[in-house]
């Protein structure tokens, strides 16, 4: 009897080694293609966070610089509204909801196709005492709202512009 030489794998040792190397790859393939996913999410709500901060800065630097007179726009709710100033400078927000576009005065910012961006909505509340009068000459008595609605899955990334301001130095129409 010759003896035989036992130096390689067997086939059944070689079919259980691939199908644990493959069960591996298929955990890790589902693991990378999970980040991959989380990558790509996050990196969105990332862009729509810096977009969102970037107009916000473009609205309060004029607010803050410029006294506002006066606001065109189609109450409550529409596509376009014009801040006018008492230097007589105007400046218009607008949204393009077919192109996924904000524009304040020549700043544009263009979203994601996925995100949903409803029409400019405004308010603008007077502060009273018990008497129904304004509360005072040297009190910030008014606050204007303007806010635009703009959201991906459940997740709000809203404009969101408040200013307050004195009616009896700068009483802000709107209209």
Known sequence: MTKMNKKGFTVLELILAFTLTTIVVVYLMQIISLVHAMYISNNQKTEALIKQSNIMDQIYRDLDEKTLRSI????????????????????????????????????????????????????????????????????????????????????????????QYNTTLNNVTIG
């Open 72 to 163: 065109s726009t189609c109450e409550p709710n529409c596509s376009t509204l014009t801040l006018t100033f008492t230097t007589g400078e105007s400046k218009t927000i607008s949204i393009n909801n077919n192109q996924k576009i904000v524009k304040y005065g020549d700043y544009a910012v263009q979203y994601d196709s996925n995100m949903k961006i409803e029409n400019i909505q405004t308010s603008n509340t007077t502060f009273k005492n018990d008497e129904g009068e304004v509360m005072g000459s040297n009190l910030y008595d008014a606050i204007l709202q303007i806010k635009i609605p703009i959201s991906i899955n459940e997740s709000s990334y809203d404009i969101n512009a408040v200013y």
